[in-house]
């Protein structure tokens, strides 16, 4: 008889993950890692788009040159699974963010890890925990 090990599903917002590409000592870094060690991190083709747009801007070159930028997005894109949004959601009241709800919400995930009050103040969103990196790394999701 087999035992189902059912693994958290994840949502990391842009902010988190461009912290962890630029800060990889950090929480946010950390947080992401840990991510992709215990469960399942899920993207939708907004918030993958969103990323790749964040990740090519200028500002950052004098931390990380575009090439190591467009890697880490190329890898990241490799080990995360896509989730086709089903249903829209207007529960944000920074309307940019909603992405991440209707990625959370269509993709059954267990948590979204964030540092954006607008989304964490939402907590908990349906039965989808929004919580900080340094939350996420002293619980288990």
């Known amino acids: 008889m087999s035992v189902l090990i059912a693994y958290p599903r994840l949502v990391f917002d842009t902010n988190t993950l461009i912290s962890s590409l630029l800060l990889p000592d950090s929480l946010p870094a950390k ?8 469960g399942i991190v899920i993207v939708s083709q907004s918030t993958l788009t969103e990323l790749a747009d964040v990740i090519s801007r200028s500002k ?7 090439d190591n930028r467009r890697q880490f997005f190329r890898h990241f894109s ?9 249903r829209q959601i207007q529960a944000c009241r920074d309307e940019k ?4 709800l ?15 009050s607008d989304l964490l103040i939402l907590h ?4 989808i925990q929004i919580i900080t990196s340094k939350h996420f790394l002293n619980e288990d999701i």
């Open 31 to 38: 947080a992401v890692r840990k991510g992709l060690r215990e």
């Open 60 to 66: 950052f070159d004098r931390y990380l040159s575009l």
């Open 78 to 86: 490799k080990v995360t699974e896509t989730v086709v949004v089903v």
């Open 97 to 100: 963010d909603n992405k991440y």
């Open 102 to 116: 209707e990625l959370a919400d269509s993709g059954e995930a267990t948590a979204i890890i964030t540092g954006d």
């Open 124 to 127: 908990p969103f349906k039965t």
